[in-house]
């Protein structure tokens, strides 16, 4: 089993930053399958374009573009490659970051395929960090990091307690946010509309409404990463009424405009040797 060490992944890289300990880097994936292997450290990744496969003692998990992944240090696994490109981001953090900062230890246990919107939003940031630094990137990187493991801790940590009808509100939310009520999904899920509304918080970690704002920007992240849209298609696309609503929202939860965003992190971003 080969064990690959701190900032150390398959494929090329195409930029790393590194301070204290943290390691951001943005790699192409150009083999069809990795052999099996370890980390020296946990990390994140995020697909930003193409989309593969990642293998472990759970099972087979689908990593499309926009998809997070956070991966245990000692979670053996390997990666199948689905299309005929592929490009991610990496997050390693140290061992010693959770006990240093008092993060929860259910977080070290396993890997996971992260599905909390807030998350995708807080790891936008960073990566945008990562694309244009500066003299507060550092500072701003820890911050973020620490808010993106805070959102993570706010997941039931026993998931398989929690009602099959949460992953189809998920799927209706992202789906068919428009033409929802409390009264349609209670009909759709066999839910009553009062336990609904208790439940909601609970098991997405916000309202309805909100979750459904937040996952539409973490739709239109993963489209300015890995894609050639229009922000007016983009806005079309992701269900926002227009333009200046999808830049609004975007903003609120982002910190950058989506245009400014795409010219400094998308395809017409500056990549670094």
């Known amino acids: 089993m080969k064990l690959l060490a701190t900032g150390q992944y398959y494929g090329n890289m195409q930029r790393e930053w590194r301070r204290g300990g943290l390691v951001l880097s943005e790699y192409d994936y150009r083999a069809t399958a990795t052999d099996w292997h370890y980390h020296e450290n946990p990390y994140f990744m995020y697909v930003?374009?193409?989309?593969?496969?990642?293998?472990?003692?759970?099972?087979?998990?689908?990593?499309?573009?926009g998809n997070l992944m956070l991966y245990n240090w000692d979670e053996a696994h390997r990666n199948l490659k689905h299309s005929a490109a592929a490009r991610g981001f990496h997050l390693e953090v140290p061992r010693d970051y959770f006990s240093a900062r008092g993060i929860p230890a259910w977080l070290r246990e396993g890997?996971?395929?992260?599905?909390?919107?807030a998350a995708y939003h807080l790891l936008g940031r960073?990566?945008?960090?990562?694309?244009?630094?500066?003299?507060?990137t550092s500072l701003s990187v820890d911050l973020l990091l620490l808010q993106l493991f805070e959102s993570l801790d706010k997941v039931p940590a026993a998931p398989k307690q929690e009602p099959p009808w949460v992953g189809r509100l998920r799927e209706l939310l992202r789906e068919e946010a428009d033409d929802l009520s409390l009264a349609s999904l209670?009909?759709?899920?066999?839910?009553?509309?009062?336990?609904l509304s208790r439940a909601v918080p609970k098991y997405l970690g916000t309202t309805l409404g909100e979750y459904i704002r937040q996952s539409r920007v973490r739709q239109a992240l993963s489209l300015l990463h890995g894609s050639d849209h229009t922000l007016t298609d983009i806005a079309y696309r992701c269900g926002f009424a227009d333009q200046s609503h999808f830049v609004r929202v975007f903003k609120r939860h982002v910190g950058v405009t989506p245009g400014r965003y795409r010219g400094q992190v998308g395809r017409g971003g500056k990549r670094a040797g």
């Open 48 to 65: 930003l374009d193409g989309e593969l496969y990642d293998n472990s003692r759970r099972g087979k998990v689908r990593c499309a573009a």
């Open 111 to 117: 890997s996971m395929l992260v599905d909390r919107p």
């Open 186 to 195: 209670s009909a759709t899920l066999g839910v009553h509309p009062v336990y």
């Open 126 to 136: 960073i990566y945008h960090e990562f694309h244009a630094p500066d003299a507060f």
